[in-house]
């Protein structure tokens, strides 16, 4: 018979009429399942497991060439670290990047989402394109870098921005000219996309949107402790009197209770700092204006010392250059972000893992969009404080100083 009959004569039977049909509509209106589940449990639609979630993409690249093929020099060119640095990294980090496979997909390794992350990271790259590089959508790119991320501010922050061994700090800068130091502090602005609410504070002096990075530095130019999240306007001594290095110092818990004799004067471990700085018992900073011979080489050994952590943020901005250009994350996770490239920096200078020259090159083209704000200088002096700093001076005159 053919198909038209057939129905034909099924609808004349009542088999399927208006009437069902308007029920089927009134009861998915009334329990809220939409039509094709109605349809599905009244056995007249076959329920169809779903064969894929996204388009299907290569992975060859990663599976096959970058796994397989590369070399140390190209994963340092790449990833900014050598293939066994990275795979110790994803160890620390397995606990919990680790995901279970799915019936839909499988699960991305914790090594290739730890790459995604650190090529986002190294590189100016958009979304789309990192994702054509690895075969994964852009969004699974911007979920990698949030996910790895947090991983190392839960499993590493703790353990790698650590003030260490304090004297190895001591002797190391009195080696480059100033005694008694544990490190050199200084901030720098992180450039960011117009936030969604109080944008204006984010405005910095040189007038582009940006996010506070304060550090402290040890002599080799890792970070021992560090600050983020700060607008971009608000300055750089305001951002350490509310911090909490600031609150140890000014205590005292946070280096060991350590001095030296200078002249006559008991001289505590110090941190330096920029004129942007207020001068503290435990915080030295230049001697601005008009100076005399002995001002000038006190300034000469405070800025010789003072430069590794300016070298520092050179370093951390060339190997992760994401952070050169506008950051387009939520507020809220530009912070985590920031901190992560820092534990970076710590976990690629304490493996001795090379600084290429090229980078600096390009950093320096990336930068050149958004200049650093300079500062303004605190004038303000504490009491009791300018003794500490006229016996050093005196003291690297006459070469008495413990160096």
Not at 325 to 335: A, G, S, V, Y
Request: proline letters at 3%.
């Amino acid at each position: 018979m053919p198909k038209q009959n057939q129905e034909r004569r099924r609808l004349q039977r009542g088999d399927e009429s208006d009437e069902e049909i308007y029920m089927d509509i009134d009861l998915s209106q009334s329990t809220g399942l939409s039509n094709v589940q109605i349809m599905v449990l009244l056995g007249k639609v076959r329920a169809v497991e779903r064969q894929f979630w996204a388009r299907e993409t290569s992975t060859d690249w990663w599976d096959r060439i970058v796994l397989q093929v590369w070399d140390d020099s190209q994963w340092l060119r790449n990833f900014r670290m050598r293939k066994g640095t990275f795979m110790e990294f994803c160890d620390l980090l397995s606990p919990a990047l680790k995901r279970q496979n799915t019936r839909m997909r499988a699960a991305l390794t914790v090594e290739k989402r730890v790459a995604i992350a650190l090529w986002k990271l190294a590189t100016p790259d958009s979304y789309r394109s990192v994702g054509n590089q690895f075969g994964v959508g852009k969004s699974t790119v911007g979920a990698a870098v949030i996910q790895v991320a947090n991983a190392i501010k839960d499993l590493l922050i703790s353990r790698v921005v650590t003030l260490g061994n304090v004297q190895v700090i001591v002797d190391g800068f009195a080696a480059m000219g100033f005694p008694n130091c544990g490190g050199a502090i200084d901030g720098t602005h992180i450039p960011i996309l117009s936030p969604e609410h109080q944008a204006t504070e984010y405005i910095n002096r040189k007038g582009y949107f940006s996010m506070l990075l304060q550090a402290l530095v040890d002599h080799k130019g890792r970070f021992t402790n560090i600050n983020m999240g700060w607008p971009g306007k608000v300055h750089d001594a305001h951002v350490f009197r509310n911090s909490g290095l600031f609150q140890k110092l000014e205590e005292g818990t946070f280096f060991l209770d350590q001095t030296i004799t200078v002249g006559d004067v008991e001289m505590p471990i110090v941190i330096l700092g920029d004129p942007a700085y207020p001068l503290m018992p435990w915080l030295m900073k230049p001697y601005t204006g008009s100076l005399y011979y002995s001002q000038d080489l006190f300034n000469y050994r405070l800025s010789k010392c003072r430069m590794v952590v300016e070298c520092a943020f050179g370093h951390l901005k060339a190997r992760w250059r994401s952070l050169l250009t506008q950051i387009d994350l939520r507020e809220t996770n530009i912070p985590i972000v920031i901190a992560a490239c820092c534990v970076l920096h710590n976990i690629c200078e304490s493996k001795g893992e090379t600084f290429m020259a090229g980078w600096e090159v390009e950093a320096n083209c990336l930068a050149a969009d958004y200049a650093q704000p300079e500062t303004r200088v605190v004038r303000r002096v504490q009491q009791g404080t300018v003794c500490i700093r006229e016996a050093l001076k005196t003291s690297f005159v006459t070469g008495q100083a413990t160096v």
